[in-house]
């Protein structure tokens, strides 16, 4: 089983629905979660950052975590054709070898005007 | 704002050449990581720096090496470059041990004939 768990998609919703992307892990001590955001031919951009348990809003995008399923979200709200990217999840427990991240391989979203 | 950069957007080489890729950081980050970026198969992680001098193997780093000989700069050297090296090259650096967060630079597209 690998350790993180990614629909490649694509997926492809209309101008201002809501998109639901999420990860799956089976590492128990995943603490640090995250996404980034690649436009196509460019380096990943960090989208939203959490530790441990939650969500997190920011702006039109909120990221969900829910340990106990080994389960990640990112909910984007009104989504429009700029949000056309791929989307990596990233995450990494306290204890591992330091700085690692390990990444879900990306969902390609295209958000069609 | 953290700033990576790579030194070409573009390369294109032939086989058993040898290719430099070079990655500079601006905001004294400790660590520093090479990846390789193919359709599939996700990010994957070639060699990482926590320190100068020291480097350590990622998941792939037959075909490669690297040098660290300043904090801010961190070169991936393709000794003999090959076919199956095209790819896109990203680099990235993090701040330290507690915050795991990796700000990635444009990425470099390496075409091997």
């Known amino acids: 089983q690998k350790e993180v768990e990614q629909d490649p998609g694509p997926l492809s919703v209309p101008e201002g629905a809501i998109v639901s992307l999420n990860c799956t892990y089976s590492?128990?001590?995943?603490?640090?979660f995250m996404w980034y955001r690649q436009y196509s031919r460019k380096g990943p951009e960090l989208l939203m950052y959490?530790?441990?348990?939650g969500n997190k809003e920011d702006g039109r995008f909120t990221a969900q975590v829910d340990k106990s399923s080994k389960y990640i979200s990112l909910f984007i709200r009104d989504s429009q054709p700029s949000d056309s990217a791929t989307y990596l999840c990233?995450?990494?427990?306290?204890?591992?070898?330091?700085?690692?991240?390990?990444f879900g391989k990306g969902t390609k979203l295209s958000v069609k005007p | 704002d953290v700033k990576v950069t790579q030194s070409s957007r573009y390369l294109v080489k032939r086989t058993g050449e040898k290719v430099f890729l070079e990655c500079v950081q601006d905001?004294?980050?400790?660590?520093m990581f090479w990846y390789r970026q193919d359709p599939g198969l996700g990010l994957r992680l070639i060699y990482f720096?926590?320190?100068?001098?020291?480097?350590e193997k990622g998941d792939i780093p037959e075909g490669y090496s690297v040098s660290r000989e300043k904090k801010e700069r961190f070169s991936l050297i393709l000794e003999s470059a090959s076919t199956n090296q095209t790819s896109m090259y990203l680099c990235?650096?993090?701040?330290?041990?507690?915050?795991?967060?990796?700000?990635f630079g444009p990425g470099t597209r390496l075409l091997v004939l």
């Open positions: 990235a650096s993090s701040p330290g041990r507690i915050q795991e967060t990796q700000y």
């Open positions: 590492n128990s001590a995943f603490q640090y």
């Open positions: 720096s926590y320190d100068v001098k020291m480097k």
């Open positions: 990233a995450m990494k427990d306290y204890g591992g070898s330091q700085g690692n991240l390990i």
């Open positions: 905001m004294d980050h400790e660590n």
């Open positions: 959490t530790y441990s348990s």
